[in-house]
């Protein structure tokens, strides 16, 4: 309904449109209308949710709290001047008219009241009834206006004066640094950590012995490892049960020490518990003699992936089919002109989004090339895509949804619907009521509900065909009218391409202030940054092809005013209800000053036992004010503490080791929780805090962490290191000025608590 899309923007233009009427109390003859029939509806429209949206909008309280309804005309959603009053604290909530054959007022329980003829003429404020026009008051608010669009087409602020070349060039190389970079980090894992923790995380083999060895036609040396049956009981299946797959690489390591492992050998082939491999000789200072091969000798390895080329090749593959087409390539280099299509009539309900939603939508259908939607924390993101989808699909178009990774796209699915109830604000919410048909590539997702609708779906015949960004390599050129790309932000510009490859227009959606692409993990020394296409195309074409959503609905005011005048210019709004969201009496943003000590694991990560036993303590206030366990979330930026956290979470009484997640910052990104508590870990009077200050990642590092949380968001740290610039960093390499600009914010509001 467009009055009522959001309560925010629209009902702030009702008030204003019902304050220059001549305002007077709703008149109905009930006798005349019982009489005709025409007094009780036959079917109920939902007054509780209509009443709730006008009684948390102050400019329709009375100061004795009643609330004033306006009524709309019988067949529009143009205002009358008439209301009526709800009365929330009588001794029966009711709702209030004047009565014309009593010459009096009357009331109507509020319990009665969804069958009655009143509730008829409120029925166009909530969102399911939509008037055949838009009232003029909506129009002349600008509550639902597109932003305005430049004049004439969008041409790139710095094309590339070599036909982009040297870009192409730049991107096959970024994917061999990548490709280097995986097999490397594994190396280093090895190197660092105990076989069984090293193991536990690759999800490697703990276990083969030698099954054969023996030398093709061409003279190459095919050596074949199997797991003892003693070793793991029942069937096996390599790829399922460790992602093994013939054309992998991987790390083979020697339980016994022997000389010259791990070595590096390619998968050949599986069977059964078998694995047959031919090793890279050329690699590594020393290599393993063949003897340790043979049958008869009982020594032991282990295996674990050291690299999946699959992926690699997907997105070479896309490369060169993006740079063969004259037209994606002029959209990657800068050399093309972005159009907008005007005077067409758009298929976008006003029903269920808010303004800036709606101008999302509204310019995202009308693109002709590809178009950026840019969704702080909360503010409705993946909303207004599946309604871009919805809309989309109602135009005829086929659509192809992508993110990132299997969860991104689960969530772009199905959000949070079970089987018994669907999330109106996902596809599935779609599919469900009758407007899309839907399928999901591959079998590789966790959640049941995915794997029952829509895996194994025809994807050929489908309205809506969801993937994760590599999954969509599988299908030709240009055969999908629109690609939708969620969480486009986490994915570089090479992982984006693929989903380019089979779609003739783009939308990508994400938060280029939250954390990269191919981000620094917290054993570098420095930043390893890479953009995504989103921000490649924000460089190349400016504001000009980005709308932004503004009003956020997760959090409470004062957790996102940090964050807000950080990383957004303030430009955020709130919803009306979530801005006060707190838990109990407990102040929706604290901090905690803690000096404990720092420590290094063996594997380079940091932890502070001192910070965990604080962490344990907030989390325990959270749980005796009635947060139950799976609302609360643990963050730290530090591998190492999500263990001590852990440890410390143990001595609470009557929780269990899973019940409040506790993960890294990079983890948590795209959830939220009702409490989030941050452990930034570092403490030191030389003001080394790492990968946390990074200067561009470091801050959206921060920001992560902060706006995961609804209700309460408690910071624990060492303050005075965190905001300290560590004497070997300039101050162009450090962002250690956002964190006292954080802790400046803190002691100002009086929410930082400093020992003694």
Request: with cysteine.
């Amino acid at each position: 309904m467009p009055t009522t899309a959001n309560m925010d923007v629209a009902l702030d233009a009702v008030q204003s449109a019902f304050l220059r009427l001549d305002r007077r109390p709703a008149v109905f003859d009930r006798e005349i209308r019982e009489h005709v029939g025409a007094w009780q509806l036959a079917e109920p429209v939902p007054t509780d949710e209509i009443i709730s949206q006008f009684t948390r909008h102050a400019g329709f309280i009375f100061d004795d709290d009643k609330v004033v309804l306006p009524l709309h005309e019988p067949d529009s959603a143009e205002l009358t001047g008439e209301f009526l009053v709800y009365y929330p604290d009588y001794v029966v909530p009711c709702v209030v008219y004047y009565d014309f054959s009593r010459d009096d007022l009357a009331r109507i329980p509020v319990d009665r009241f969804e069958r009655t003829y009143p509730a008829w003429r409120i029925r166009y404020w909530h969102p399911s009834f939509e008037p055949p026009a838009e009232p003029a008051y909506v129009a002349d608010s600008g509550a639902f206006s597109a932003p305005p669009r430049p004049d004439g087409p969008v041409t790139s602020e710095a094309p590339l004066d070599d036909d982009g070349e040297s870009l192409i060039e730049e991107l096959r190389e970024m994917i061999t640094a990548h490709e280097v970079a995986e097999r490397e980090e594994t190396r280093r894992h090895y190197e660092r950590l105990p076989v069984g923790q090293f193991l536990e995380g690759r999800n490697g083999i703990a276990e083969v012995v030698v099954a054969g060895i023996e030398a093709d036609e061409y003279g190459q040396q095919r050596i074949r490892l199997r797991i003892p049956s003693e070793a793991v009981d029942g069937p096996v299946d390599l790829t399922d049960d460790y992602g093994i797959y013939p054309g992998s690489e991987v790390l083979v390591g020697s339980l016994d020490g022997l000389a010259g492992f791990p070595a590096e050998a390619e998968v050949l082939g599986i069977e059964g518990r078998q694995l047959e491999l031919s090793f890279y000789w050329d690699r590594g200072p020393e290599n393993p003699e063949l003897s340790a091969f043979e049958l008869e000798t009982d020594h032991r390895f282990v295996v674990a992936e050291l690299l999946n080329p699959v992926p690699y090749r997907r997105k070479r593959d896309a490369l060169r089919t993006i740079a063969a087409d004259e037209r994606k390539r002029g959209w990657l280099t800068g050399a093309a002109t972005l159009g907008f299509e005007d005077g067409v009539d758009l298929p976008v309900s006003k029903s269920r989004l808010n303004k800036f939603q709606y101008g999302a939508a509204h310019d995202a259908l009308r693109s002709t090339d590809v178009c950026c939607i840019h969704g702080p924390p909360g503010t409705g993101k993946t909303r207004t895509l599946v309604e871009i989808v919805k809309a989309a699909c109602a135009d005829d178009r086929r659509v192809l949804a992508v993110a990132h990774s299997n969860q991104a796209v689960d969530n772009l699915l199905v959000g949070d619907s079970t089987a018994d109830q669907a999330d109106p604000a996902s596809i599935h919410g779609l599919v469900e009521a009758g407007e899309v048909t839907a399928a999901r590539v591959g079998t590789n997702t966790t959640n049941d509900l995915v794997d029952e609708r829509y895996a194994g779906e025809d994807l050929y015949q489908s309205d809506v065909v969801c993937a994760t960004m590599s999954g969509a390599h599988r299908f030709g050129e240009n055969i999908f009218d629109l690609a939708v790309v969620d969480e486009a932000t986490q994915a570089s510009i090479p992982d984006t391409l693929i989903p380019l490859v089979p779609a003739k227009r783009a939308v990508f959606a994400g938060d280029h202030r939250q954390l990269p692409p191919y981000h620094s993990s917290e054993h570098h020394d420095d930043e390893e940054m890479a953009i995504s296409l989103f921000e490649h195309l924000l460089e190349r074409y400016g504001e000009d092809i980005v709308t932004t959503l503004r009003t956020q609905y997760r959090m409470n005011e004062a957790i996102a005013a940090f964050p807000d005048e950080a990383f957004y210019d303030g430009a955020l709004l709130h919803g009306t209800e979530n801005r006060r969201w707190t838990v109990g009496s407990l102040p929706p943003l604290a901090a905690r000053h803690v000096e404990g000590a720092e420590r290094q694991t063996p594997s380079g990560s940091y932890f502070n036992e001192r910070e965990a036993a604080v962490v344990a303590d907030e989390v325990e206030t959270l749980l005796e004010a009635g947060v139950i366990p799976a609302d609360v979330g643990v963050i730290t930026p530090y591998s190492g503490q999500v263990g001590k956290v852990r440890a410390a979470l143990a001595g609470l009484d009557g929780l269990g080791p899973d019940d409040v997640e506790v993960a890294t910052v990079d983890a948590f990104q795209g959830s939220e929780r009702e409490a989030i508590v941050v452990s930034f870990v570092r403490s030191n009077p030389q003001g080394h805090s790492g990968f946390l200050t990074f200067p561009h990642e470091g801050p959206r590092r921060l920001n992560v962490a902060m706006t995961r949380a609804r209700k309460r968001c408690v910071l624990v740290g060492n303050f005075d290191t965190l905001r300290t610039r560590a004497p070997t960093k300039a101050p162009e390499e450090s962002a250690a000025d956002v964190y006292q600009a954080l802790y400046d914010h803190l002691v100002e509001r009086d929410h930082l608590t400093r020992p003694g």
